[in-house]
């Protein structure tokens, strides 16, 4: 699998994202061709060579001839759709906008047809965004992840006067995100960058493992007191070769010890309708001396503030712990056997050393189970006995 870090020691912005793109291998004549498909003749692309305190770097400006008029989502819709932009880079142009649209309603108090984005509906916005898509198609890029994202202060002018920093919307964007203050009063992470990353990344934290192939350089425009550069590096996990992936989890924790036992049951299925990877619970001594119920859970980053609002609303905490951590798991894949009773569906791991694991899916075996009126780990254990002859061919990612 080939995977793209972000490294944002320093923030990132749309033009930095882009220009990073460049330096790590992406041929600029192929970026100059897909732009062209926007059907848009209003700027003009420069691309150089600079030094950032000593670095060689990339940046790319993007100079517009005449300012549009604010835009809303349906007149850059248009525009997206009247392109001859590949259909999948128009797909996620479209997501993308339509994500910073809805913050920005959102924060205004607007209805979705009525929020105009004033800077961010600027062509050089939508040829970051565009160019920044054609950039990892064109790479081969198939996951990214981004490191903790510092954050300056200040104030900044905009369409709506003078705001505090990090602008509102770059702080929407980046809800569940880890980020981190900095001295600097400065933008350093601009609402572009925001959403692509928060659109795009399947996991923010350290750097995965993976058989690094290039490095890239994306400068900034502002010179500060730390080189102003996005530096982005591109490899092959050594998942896509080995038996397993490193995945970015967000664990959830909460301590109960006023809980009625009974509703466990239901509030551990509405985490799974919800989103959750794993929920567990463990006995805990609290305070007092009065036993308690540990309630944790796994999720992805994206999908903790929702899962966190059930808690708050079915099970009494008052408080719930958060924290980011990996989970090593398994390549695997899913067949199907046909037991004495039925069909089973069965998930396959492999751990290395040509040895494989066999688990039956446990609402089937349940269901036949009780259909047949037999013990549940009959048709388990025989699933698992069939799952070994299962014909690679027949097996589903």
Known sequence: MKIAYFDCFSGASGDMILSSLLYAGLPEAILREGLKRLNLDTFELHVQQVLKSGFRATQVRVEVHQQSPPRRLDEIEAIIRSSALDLEVQEKALRIFERLASVEAGIHGKELSEVHLHELSGDDTIVDVVGSLIGFQQLGIEQIVVSPIPLGRGTIEAAHGKIPLPAPATLELLKNAPVYGSPLEVELVTPTAAVLFSELAYSFGAIPPMRLEAVGYGAGTRDLPVPNLLRLLIGTSEGSTGP???????????????????????????????????????????????????LSMLCLPQEAEKLESILFSETSTLGVRRRLTERLALTRTTGQVQTTWGKVRIKIAEPGGGRQKFSPEYEDCRALAEQHHIPIKDVYLEAQIKGQEVDPSLRSG
Do not use: W
């Not at 109960?256 to 466990?264: A, E, G, I, K, S």
């Not at 805990?284 to 540990?294: A, E, F, S, W």
């Open 244 to 294: 397993a992936n490193v995945e970015t989890l967000c664990l959830l924790e909460t301590n109960l010890d006023d809980f009625n036992p009974q509703f466990y049951e239901p509030v551990m299925s509405h985490l799974f309708e919800a989103g959750a990877v794993d929920v567990y619970l463990s006995p805990i001594q609290m305070k007092k001396n009065r036993p308690g119920t540990l």
